[in-house]
Nanobody, 125 residues
Framework: VQLQASGGGLAQAGGSLRLSCAAS????????MGWYRQTPGKQREVVAG???????DCADSVRGRFIISRDNAKNTVWLQMNDLKPEDTAVYYC????????????????????WGQGTQVTVSS
């Protein structure tokens, strides 16, 4: 299973960006998909997550500005980021929790968490 994130880049304060993350592999189901972010010298923090049933949740710092959504058939999650602020500048990582998938290397069904490679979001003031 691999997670491929895209959509980061440079935006001005008040602008918008949309991140996407697609999970690939022999996937049977994914429980929660979401996003974390990290800035240098700080711990990685949760930004938003969405359950397999489509129930979203997000951090207070982005509530009302960021919207998370997913397509289970495509194993894809999106993060629509509106009204961006300079403090949103970070590397954003997508995550897929409790992924049930067939592992060709282990030759069995596995249940693991997976992380994407990270995508940089920079917001200028």
């Amino acid at each position: 299973v691999q997670l491929q994130a895209s959509g980061g880049g440079l935006a001005q304060a008040g602008g918008s960006l949309r991140l996407s993350c697609a999970a690939s592999g022999s996937i049977f189901s994914i429980n929660v998909m979401g996003w974390y972010r990290q800035t240098p010298g700080k711990q990685r923090e949760v930004v938003a997550g969405i359950s397999g049933g489509g129930t979203p949740d997000c951090a207070d710092s982005v509530r009302g500005r960021f919207i998370i959504s997913r397509d289970n058939a495509k194993n894809t999650v999106w993060l629509q980021m509106n009204d961006l602020k300079p403090e949103d500048t970070a590397v954003y990582y997508c995550v897929a929790l409790t992924v049930v998938a067939w592992s060709p290397t282990e030759q069995r069904t596995t249940e693991y968490d997976y992380w994407g490679q990270g995508t940089q979001v920079t917001v200028s003031s």
